[in-house]
């Protein structure tokens, strides 16, 4: 995988002191492949063990069961076990061995859960002592009237070896349950064996050792006096071959070593004698090509040696042939160094001539062997202590402008970054001791004021809303509180400095805010304020750092103050007398900016006497405005035709809905003109008749054929019959009856709707 890493100012905490540190760039770690999105990593000092300037070293860093064991100085002097979790709380002294001084615990081993190490506890001198993650105790005093000094501590399958002096048979090869503590052989009487270089293959324990005959040969044990034997006398002449670099690669235990004819070369073993071979005289002849760094990537065996041609460059060995990988100088020895496998990818230290020593990798290949970054463009970058923690490579180096400090890299150039300049001033923090422990690196550093204390990589892990979610504010106007996230590292412990960026809607409803990057403080916690727009509603403003799951704050912006009263639709409609409007009646009431201004009363009123409308029966009902604004009415014309206003009103805010009530069908035919009670005969009069619907509203229908006659009697004379006008009216206008008497007026239509007139006399 590869990455990205860029950088960001900050500043990191060491919650073991009263003081805040300032710190540089926090890294995001970007995977350029899939382009994900990246990491947040820094650094943070766990804890001042010895406040002040004064140092605590801590060292011999050994994980057991998860939490980290290490030997410090406190600010009394004395140098004891302590142990940390990563957290500040999580960081004591575990045991005081020496009272009156330090036991100085050294060779810090897990077997099964259970640590074991050399100590003094200032009675029976340095000796064997475990630690069960309660109680530090004595495991054996093994010389007994001086130190045994145990090293070269090693588990082999639940049973820790080792090498101890008992004041007897010299420096041999011991063993121990935690209970049982016991020589599994006197290799060499009446001397020092001194085995060294101790390591587990399949079981059994390998190491070099000198029984004062064959020299310092290759040995094995199986943890029994019978099953500690010489593996084979490489080196048959006085001499002694010296296994060194012993190394396991699968089943095989690789080492270099002196045969007495080829020189310190690359030999292997699988435990047997006859199995034990020269791998390949690199350098042909007495001469040494002195393999170095042996270390197995991916079962490939990866070293450095000279094959008297190329100088010291990279070689490897796979199982069948050792071979030259690359010659990186060309004039000279490259010097590898500090070989380290990372993701199945061989990461190391090298001078090509050019760049000065600087960091390489390779896959094995000639043309897969790369500078990764020329760190220091000015000399040498300085590398040291690769280690690989969950798959990123952490080193020590030095550029051109930050000192000695702690980098990282996915093995890109881009990639490849300072973590942090833990000593900002023109010193160097000098990170040593570099141990990675459960996904987290620790390692030792000097900030230039607390001295060289404890410390560790910090990666962020949570992001979480700590105030300002669920808040509502008027359009406009700024939120009460601010919008605050809170960053955790892995040990769940405030992560200062880490870039966190707040995005908020770029449409419709949203808010202003003060920055859209904040970096988080002391306490882990980055805020923004913010400011509502000017458009109502609810939204989300996101806060995202790096790869962690981004939050949400649910915001709203509530409408201003009722600025005005807006209608919407529903005006300018007609409906016939006694039915209802197709469409309701909808107002909206907004403020300054638009906004729907909600919850508000609203009061729809129809005329009364005349055409107007009912709602629900009644002529006024009052409703309330919704979320965004809107009110509305269902309206029903009443039986009177005509024009008319229904008036809206709320607050100080009026406005007019202007609505039509037609007629309904012709129902009926009247009068609208009667004539005359008295008129004399021969004398012209006029008559006018109007088509009216059931609720007695004049309908507009015209040329309709409106036929006069008289219910009784003749002597009617004039236009008898007349059509109507387009407002349904019917003019007789020169009606005459001759002959005296009492009369009425028949109007009839062709459909056989008729009316009768009032009476007329005629004199």
């Known amino acids: 995988m590869k990455f990205m890493i860029r950088s960001w100012v900050r500043r990191l905490f060491s919650t073991g002191s009263a003081r805040t540190i300032r710190r540089s760039p926090a890294l995001q770690v970007e995977a350029l492949e899939d382009r994900t999105t990246p990491s947040v990593v820094g650094v943070k000092m766990i804890q001042d063990i010895a406040p002040g300037a004064g140092a605590s070293n801590p060292a011999h860093f050994t994980e057991v069961n998860g939490v980290v064991y290490f030997a410090a100085t406190d600010a009394s002097g004395d140098r004891e076990l302590w142990r940390t979790d990563g957290t500040t709380a999580g960081t004591y002294r575990v045991a005081d061995i020496n009272p009156s001084g330090s036991s100085n615990p050294r060779y810090l081993t897990n077997v099964n859960g259970t640590l074991y190490f050399s100590a003094n506890d200032g009675t029976n001198g340095r000796e064997l002592w475990k630690f069960d993650g309660t109680t530090a105790s004595l495991v054996k005093d093994i010389h007994g009237n001086g130190s045994s000094d145990p090293r070269w501590l090693v588990d082999v399958n639940g049973t820790l070896f080792f090498t101890a002096e008992d004041g007897t048979s010299g420096r041999e090869l011991w063993k121990s349950d935690g209970t049982n503590t016991v020589l599994v052989e006197d290799i060499r009487a009446g001397g020092s064996s001194d085995p060294r270089y101790l390591v587990n293959l399949n079981g059994t324990l390998f190491f070099s050792a000198d029984n004062g005959g064959l020299g310092r040969e290759l040995w094995r044990s199986d943890g029994t006096e019978d099953g500690t034997k010489v593996v084979k006398d490489i080196n048959s002449t006085i001499q002694s071959s010296a296994p060194d670099w012993l190394t396991v690669v699968g089943g095989t235990l690789f080492f270099t070593a002196e045969d007495g004819s080829h020189g310190r070369e690359l030999w292997k073993s699988d435990g047997t004698e006859g199995g034990t071979v020269l791998v390949g005289d690199i350098l042909i002849g007495p001469s040494a090509s002195s393999p170095q760094g042996l270390t197995n990537v991916n079962g490939t065996l990866f070293f450095s040696a000279s094959d008297g041609t190329n100088g010291r460059e990279l070689w490897k060995f796979d199982g069948t042939t050792a071979s030259l990988v690359k010659d990186i100088h060309g004039n000279g020895g490259s010097y590898p160094a500090w070989l380290t496998q990372v993701n199945g990818m061989l990461f190391f230290v090298a001078d090509d001539g050019t760049h000065g020593r600087e960091l390489w990798r390779s896959n094995g290949a000639s043309d ?71 996904g987290t690196l620790f390692f030792a550093a000097d900030d230039g004021s607390q001295g060289v204390e404890l410390w560790r990589t910090a990666v962020a892990t949570s992001l979480t809303i700590t105030s300002g979610n669920n808040q509502s504010t008027t359009v406009g106007t700024a939120f009460s509180s601010p919008l605050q996230v809170q960053v955790l590292d892995q040990f769940a412990e405030p992560m200062e400095g880490v870039p966190v960026a707040f995005t908020a809607p770029s449409s419709g409803a949203s808010a202003t805010l003060s920055s859209s990057t904040e970096t988080t403080d002391v306490n882990g916690h980055a805020q923004v304020t913010a400011t509502a727009n000017t458009v109502a509603g609810s939204y989300q403003v996101q806060a995202t750092a790096g790869s962690l799951t981004g939050v949400q704050f649910n915001l709203t912006n509530s409408p201003a103050a009722s600025a005005g009263l807006q209608i919407v639709s529903g005006n300018h409609q007609s409906t016939t007398v006694g039915t209802p409007f197709s469409n309701p009646l909808v ?20 005329p009364t006497g005349g055409p107007g409308a009912l709602f629900g029966g009644i002529n006024a009902i009052t409703v309330t405005t919704d979320n965004n604004g809107y009110a509305q009415v269902l309206a029903q014309a009443n039986v009177v035709a005509g024009n008319y206003q229904v008036t809206v009103t709320t607050g100080s805010h009026t406005i007019h809905f202007d609505l039509h009530n037609t007629a309904g069908s012709m129902a009926q035919v009247v009068f609208r003109l009667q004539p005359p009670l008295e008129v004399n005969a021969g004398q012209p009069f006029r008559v006018q008749v109007q088509l009216r619907d059931q609720f007695g509203n004049a309908v507009r229908l015209p040329n309709v054929a409106i036929r006069l006659s008289l219910r009784a009697g003749s002597g009617l004379s004039g236009t008898l ?20 008497g009492r009369y009425r007026l028949v109007a009839r239509l062709g459909n056989g709707l008729q009316v009768i007139s009032r009476a007329i006399t005629v004199i």
């Open 368 to 438: 897969g062997t790369v500078l990764v970054k020329d760190i220091n463009s000015t000399g040498n970058a300085g590398l040291m202590y690769l280690s690989n923690v969950n798959g990123t490579l952490f080193f020590v180096a030095e550029d051109d402008t930050h000192g000695i400090e702690l980098w990282m890299s996915d093995g890109t150039t881009s990639g490849t970054a300072l973590v942090s300049d833990i000593r900002e001033d023109i010193g160097n923090s000098n990170p040593v001791r570099l141990t990675p422990a459960g």
């Open 587 to 606: 107002v909206r009431l907004v403020d300054q900016y638009g906004n729907g201004v909600d919850n508000a009363s609203v009061t729809f009123t129809a």
């Open 721 to 740: 019959v007349e059509r109507t006008s387009i407002y349904g009216l019917a003019t007789f206008g020169d009606l005459v009856l001759s002959t005296p």
